[in-house]
């Protein structure tokens, strides 16, 4: 059985998407919070920070600890966050398998699109085996002038594979990702698996997925078509 690209190119979210890493960063960014007096709970600190980058959280972090975080702040938690990282990341279950059946239909037209530092995607791709697939095709929110919920590194991603954004689709799983791929005017695709760290089907719709689906083992069959 043939299968064809259903659209242009596919691009991806890497925290929450590709990488199961939410829950290891969350840890690592509440314990420094409550170094600063800011005693947050798992679940609340997951739904403040999910999805966006802390530089852009700065007015918020110093409202709630009288600390404006800085340059110096923000290193030493990307090291505490990578050790932790290097020491049990893992991969989504089934994204090896589902990526690489997805590139033998979409050569050289899958990316990764990230809010993350580019030392942090590249490091997590590597990490999980699939650097080779978007090396290359990788972009950075914090490289461009605005990150997630604006669609920049979306459509960043679109110009470098030369495609149509509103001709490609985004896999994503938090609101802010789905609303920076919706206003980059492309199919959005929200990834919500029962898992604390996901969002449900309904929140994604809400935000404005397309779609929705929980394995990843359902990605082919969405994102292609049987050749007639």
Same mark, same amino acid.
């Given at each position: !059985?043939?299968?064809?690209?259903?659209?242009?190119?596919?691009?991806?979210?890497? %925290?929450?998407?590709?990488?199961?890493?939410?829950? @290891?960063?969350?840890?690592?960014?509440?314990?420094?919070?409550?170094?600063?007096?800011?005693?947050?709970?798992?679940?609340?600190? #997951?739904?403040?920070?999910? /999805?966006?980058?802390?530089?852009?959280?700065? %007015?918020?972090?110093?409202?709630?600890? /009288?600390?404006? @975080?800085?340059?110096?702040?923000?290193?030493?938690?990307?090291?505490?966050?990578?050790?932790?990282?290097? =020491?049990? *990341?893992?991969?989504?279950?089934?994204?090896?398998?589902?990526?690489?059946?997805?590139? $033998?239909?979409?050569? &050289?037209? *899958?990316?990764?699109?990230?809010? +993350?530092?580019?030392?942090? @995607?590249?490091?997590? #791709?590597?990490?999980?085996? #699939?650097? %080779?697939?978007?090396? &290359?095709? @990788?972009?950075? &929110? !914090?490289?461009?002038?605005?990150?997630?919920? $604006?669609?920049?590194?979306?459509?960043?991603?679109?110009? +470098?594979?030369?495609?149509?954004? $509103?001709?490609?689709?985004?896999?994503?799983?938090?609101?802010? /990702?789905?609303?920076? &791929?919706?206003? =980059?005017?492309?199919?959005?695709?929200?990834?919500?698996?029962?898992?604390?760290?996901?969002?449900?089907?309904?929140?994604? !719709?809400?935000?404005?997925?397309?779609?929705?689906?929980?394995?990843? /083992?359902? *990605? *082919?069959?969405?994102?292609?078509?049987?050749?007639?």
């Amino acid at each position: !059985m043939e299968l064809k690209p259903k659209y242009s190119a596919v691009l991806f979210d890497c %925290d929450g998407v590709l990488v199961d890493s939410e829950n @290891i960063t969350n840890t690592v960014l509440r314990g420094m919070l409550h170094d600063l007096g800011w005693q947050l709970s798992r679940e609340e600190c #997951l739904s403040r920070f999910v /999805g966006k980058m802390l530089r852009d959280q700065v %007015d918020v972090i110093e409202e709630h600890t /009288g600390f404006r @975080i800085d340059a110096e702040w923000l290193t030493e938690f990307r090291r505490r966050r990578n050790v932790a990282l290097e =020491a049990s *990341l893992e991969a989504i279950p089934g994204v090896a398998e589902a990526v690489r059946a997805l590139d $033998a239909v979409y050569p &050289g037209l *899958l990316a990764c699109a990230s809010s +993350a530092d580019r030392p942090k @995607i590249d490091m997590q #791709l590597k990490k999980i085996g #699939l650097f %080779d697939v978007f090396e &290359g095709r @990788i972009f950075s &929110g !914090m490289e461009l002038p605005k990150s997630k919920p $604006a669609p920049d590194v979306y459509l960043a991603a679109a110009r +470098a594979l030369g495609v149509d954004p $509103a001709e490609a689709a985004v896999i994503e799983d938090s609101p802010t /990702g789905v609303i920076a &791929g919706r206003a =980059a005017g492309s199919h959005v695709l929200g990834f919500c698996p029962d898992s604390p760290v996901h969002q449900s089907p309904e929140t994604l !719709m809400a935000a404005g997925a397309d779609e929705t689906f929980d394995a990843m /083992g359902q *990605l *082919l069959g969405l994102l292609t078509v049987q050749a007639s």
